[in-house]
């Protein structure tokens, strides 16, 4: 089969259609991987970013956040030990809860629905329109004419914003004592979501979006199917309708085992599922046999245990199965991202198992280089970063 260009991969494992290798999705936020594909060792700011980019670029055929620079700590960060071990991408980075009561909790989704009841009034949805076109034109001009079919924009109903604030225990309490305001919270978060959909929506900027929110834990879900079908289902399914009025297929993204609630993600109009965490319960091979003829999958190699703990042979023989597995409309990646937690060797391996060869570095001993740059940096070295809850 003749080599097809990353957005005809992208748009044929869509469709399920045959594709000349099977297409990579991830997002990517490895120190090594940046330099081993770039040669350079990402600095903080717009350089490092750029850096990320086109290691992205290098390496991928579908990604989310692209183009994101490594920044050093908040300055309100966590001294808990447990927890230094951050990301030093911002987006990865894990801040101490300020709310230590019930009734912090409820002052703060007041203060917020007062903001959000405004959002007309300071929002000129063209200038955002604007300003995301800039954007992907900045990316765009960092990367290959050939380059990685980049995420649109990801889009939530506000849960995973007022629980991860709140915390999920003052969250449950709300749910309880005041399931009106949360709903109020959940419906203008949606509202002004849907807007900036319609005013930035465009698939020749990207033919693909990432709507999400995190419902699951291990082998169960964080909230009761009745809550969902009547709180966050319907609201995510006007998401993906304001896509789908453009064009433009949704990505569903959940960390752990949504098995219960896929009938209805169905139902709202999901196209494509990530990140089908193993570890967390799902399967490849499940999923793809219950609605491989409805869903894109995207995702399916640990990223806890096994890239960063395993061994390449172990990678690869995983990402071989998981192929079989999934014979059309895969995207093979890991359980959410590649951090640096991730063993070099080991997200190598995945490449290869898609490129049918072992990717060849920016230079011949960029290995080497590598290794050499960790040991000066040993005694202080960026950390690792944090995993998911359902990560384990």
């Given at each position: 089969?003749?080599?097809?260009t990353k957005l005809e991969r992208v748009l044929a494992a869509f469709d399920h259609q045959e594709t000349d290798r099977v297409p990579l999705y991830d997002l990517m936020l490895n120190d090594d991987c940046i330099e081993y594909f770039t040669g350079v060792y990402a600095p903080y700011g717009?350089?490092?970013?750029?850096?990320?980019?086109?290691?992205?670029?290098?390496?991928?055929?579908?990604?989310?956040?692209?183009?994101?620079?490594?920044?050093?700590?908040?300055?309100?960060?966590?001294?808990?030990?447990?927890?230094?071990?951050?990301?030093?991408?911002?987006?990865?980075?894990?801040?101490?809860?300020?709310?230590?009561?019930?009734?912090?909790?409820?002052?703060?989704?007041?203060?917020?629905?007062?903001?959000?009841?405004?959002?007309?009034?300071?929002?000129?949805?063209?200038?955002?329109?604007?300003?995301?076109?800039?954007?992907?034109?900045?990316?765009?001009?960092?990367?290959?004419?050939?380059?990685?079919?980049?995420?649109?924009?990801?889009?939530?109903?506000?849960?995973?914003?007022?629980?991860?604030?709140?915390?999920?225990?003052?969250?449950?309490?709300?749910?309880?004592?005041?399931?009106?305001?949360?709903?109020?919270?959940?419906?203008?978060?949606?509202?002004?979501?849907?807007?900036?959909?319609?005013?930035?929506?465009?698939?020749?900027?990207?033919?693909?979006?990432?709507?999400?929110?995190?419902?699951?834990?291990?082998?169960?879900?964080?909230?009761?199917?009745?809550?969902?079908?009547?709180?966050?289902?319907?609201?995510?399914?006007?998401?993906?309708?304001?896509?789908?009025?453009?064009?433009?297929?949704?990505?569903?993204?959940?960390?752990?085992?949504?098995?219960?609630?896929?009938?209805?993600?169905?139902?709202?109009?999901?196209?494509?599922?990530?990140?089908?965490?193993?570890?967390?319960?799902?399967?490849?091979?499940?999923?793809?046999?219950?609605?491989?003829?409805?869903?894109?999958?995207?995702?399916?190699?640990?990223?806890?245990?096994?890239?960063?703990?395993?061994?390449?042979?172990?990678?690869?023989?995983?990402?071989?199965?998981?192929?079989?597995?999934?014979?059309?409309?895969?995207?093979?990646?890991?359980?959410?991202?590649?951090?640096?937690?991730?063993?070099?060797?080991?997200?190598?391996?995945?490449?290869?198992?898609?490129?049918?060869?072992?990717?060849?570095?920016?230079?011949?001993?960029?290995?080497?280089?590598?290794?050499?740059?960790?040991?000066?940096?040993?005694?202080?070295?960026?950390?690792?970063?944090?995993?998911?809850?359902?990560?384990?």
């Amino acid at each position: 089969m003749a080599q097809m260009t990353k957005l005809e991969r992208v748009l044929a494992a869509f469709d399920h259609q045959e594709t000349d290798r099977v297409p990579l999705y991830d997002l990517m936020l490895n120190d090594d991987c940046i330099e081993y594909f770039t040669g350079v060792y990402a600095p903080y700011g717009e350089e490092g970013a750029k850096l990320q980019a086109q290691a992205v670029d290098r390496m991928l055929d579908m990604a989310r956040c692209v183009g994101v620079g490594p920044h050093p700590p908040p300055a309100d960060f966590t001294d808990d030990p447990v927890l230094l071990k951050y990301a030093r991408f911002a987006s990865l980075t894990y801040r101490l809860n300020p709310i230590r009561s019930y009734e912090e909790a409820v002052d703060w989704v007041k203060q917020r629905l007062l903001q959000l009841g405004k959002w007309r009034d300071h929002t000129d949805l063209a200038q955002v329109a604007a300003d995301n076109r800039r954007s992907f034109e900045k990316l765009y001009g960092w990367l290959s004419e050939d380059h990685v079919v980049c995420c649109l924009r990801q889009s939530g109903v506000g849960l995973d914003d007022i629980r991860g604030h709140v915390g999920i225990e003052f969250f449950s309490y709300l749910c309880a004592d005041q399931p009106g305001l949360v709903a109020e919270f959940l419906e203008l978060h949606t509202e002004q979501e849907v807007a900036v959909i319609h005013a930035i929506a465009d698939p020749a900027l990207s033919p693909w979006a990432l709507t999400y929110g995190d419902i699951a834990a291990k082998n169960m879900l964080l909230h009761s199917p009745e809550w969902l079908r009547q709180e966050f289902h319907p609201r995510l399914n006007r998401l993906n309708d304001a896509y789908h009025e453009h064009g433009i297929r949704c990505l569903f993204h959940s960390d752990g085992d949504i098995m219960e609630a896929l009938p209805d993600l169905l139902a709202t109009g999901i196209d494509g599922l990530n990140p089908l965490e193993t570890v967390a319960g799902m399967d490849v091979g499940e999923v793809y046999r219950l609605y491989g003829d409805k869903l894109f999958l995207t995702g399916g190699i640990d990223m806890s245990q096994l890239l960063s703990n395993g061994t390449p042979a172990q990678v690869r023989a995983v990402c071989r199965k998981a192929i079989a597995d999934a014979p059309t409309g895969y995207f093979m990646g890991s359980t959410t991202e590649i951090d640096n937690s991730a063993r070099l060797e080991n997200v190598l391996a995945i490449v290869e198992v898609s490129w049918g060869h072992h990717p060849s570095g920016a230079r011949p001993d960029i290995m080497e280089q590598i290794r050499r740059r960790k040991e000066r940096t040993r005694r202080h070295p960026r950390p690792a970063g944090l995993r998911r809850l359902t990560d384990g």
